[in-house]
């Protein structure tokens, strides 16, 4: 099944045209025509190698929505036709007790990446700025086609990594709910917060931002390079939720924290961050991680977004834009994410 795709071919050039094959479509798999995939800050970290491990050559994306073109003899779930989401992974042992409870992002023996990863008989995988993709029915979201698909297709990533902690932690009304960082997972967040109930307030470096942020549903915009407001910040919230890409100081936002509160970490810097012992035991706070989140809650998001009219600020851009893009959003240019329209790989 040849496929055209954007590739890093090494961590140090920039993406370029590049042709693989995919798999043919197995009894239990979907073949999706790809319409949209969203363009991740991991998959920054990833082509750049800042994690370590990459497979090369490399096709990111994992914010994908497509139209199914063909189904396996055993697909149930699924017709040709329907539109239909992939997120971070393709597969999972399925067997372990993580997997069992539908939280297959935490898989024992590991979840099977949509790219820069192996599939369990050890070829690579390839993500979604290609044409097309070929997935196990099982690892495949439903899509409502009343949201438009441009505006969907960051909901598989950026959506679930902010919608799955700030339900885990039970965030509503009568929270105060700060989140770190206006880009892609940022604007996600501010929004599922402000329809979970919550007071949201959006801590940002760029004070260009503080609009946006107000029209993205946060009530309050906090400056974090000015020291009087986020000194006037200093244990104002029940939860932070941290989405920064970069290195920087969590002792900082920990002050912010009221006492019993929780910093939820999703951004990955590519360096590990301290953490002073008395910024938490001083006020009982804590921190937590937070990793996507499963097929079941994923597709429980993907249903509440459809409800209550939630999707994602988008600036579409062509196939051949994306080296660009990545440059805008290592400078924090985005409003709010890039979604690449795969037509322009055609
Ligand atoms: P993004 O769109 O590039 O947004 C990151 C934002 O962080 C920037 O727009 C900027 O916001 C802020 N920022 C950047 N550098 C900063 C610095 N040095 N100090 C303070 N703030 C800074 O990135 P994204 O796609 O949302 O991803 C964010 C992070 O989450 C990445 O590390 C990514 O790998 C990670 N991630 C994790 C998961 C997970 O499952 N945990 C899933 C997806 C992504 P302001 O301009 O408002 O300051
Ligand atoms: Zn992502």
């Keep these: 099944m040849n496929t055209k795709a954007y590739a890093a071919h090494s961590p140090s050039i920039p993406l370029a045209p ?32 800042e994690w370590g491990s990459g497979i090369f050559p490399m096709v990111p994306g994992h914010e994908i929505v497509g139209r199914i073109t063909k189904v396996g003899e ?37 979840m099977v990446g949509t790219y820069n990863s192996k599939e369990k008989d050890g070829s690579p995988t390839y993500g979604g700025y290609s044409t097309q993709i070929i997935v196990n029915e099982k690892y495949t979201l439903k899509v409502s086609d009343k949201l438009p698909l441009q505006n969907v297709a960051p909901l ?18 009568g929270h105060k709910v700060a989140v770190v960082g206006l880009g892609g997972l940022g604007h996600m967040a501010v929004k599922f917060a402000a329809s979970f109930g919550a007071e949201v307030t959006m801590l940002s470096t760029s004070p260009s931002k503080e609009a946006d942020a107000k029209k993205l549903g946060a009530h309050n915009f906090v400056l974090t390079t000015d020291a ?3 000194k006037n910040a200093t244990k104002s919230f029940d939860f932070i939720l941290n989405t920064i890409s970069a290195q920087h100081d969590y002792a900082t936002y920990l002050n912010l924290l009221k006492t019993n509160g929780t910093m939820i970490v999703v951004g990955v810097p590519p360096s590990p961050s301290e953490v002073p ?6 006020q009982r706070r804590s921190i937590i991680g937070s990793l996507i989140g499963g097929i079941k809650e994923t597709q429980e998001m993907l249903d509440y977004c459809a409800e209550h009219n939630i999707t994602s600020d988008v600036e579409v851009i062509n196939a051949d834009y994306i080296n660009t893009a990545y440059e805008r959003m290592l400078k924090g240019d985005v409003h709010y994410r890039f979604v690449i329209d795969t037509a322009s790989l055609k």
């Design 74 to 110: 055993h697909v149930t779930k699924f017709k040709a036709g329907d539109i239909a989401g992939i997120g971070c992974f393709v597969d999972s042992c399925g067997v372990c007790p993580n997997c069992q409870e539908g939280i297959e992002q935490y898989c024992d023996v590991g």
């Design 277 to 282: 012992a008395m910024k938490l035991i001083g």
């Design 156 to 173: 598989l990533c950026a959506g679930i990594t902010t919608y799955s902690p700030l339900r885990y932690v039970g965030v509503g009304k």
């Design 18 to 49: 590049f042709s693989f094959d995919r798999r043919e479509v197995g009894a239990h798999d979907v073949q999706i025509e790809i319409l949209y995939c969203g363009v991740c800050h991991s998959d920054i970290h990833q082509v750049r190698n």
């Design 228 to 230: 009087e407001q986020m």
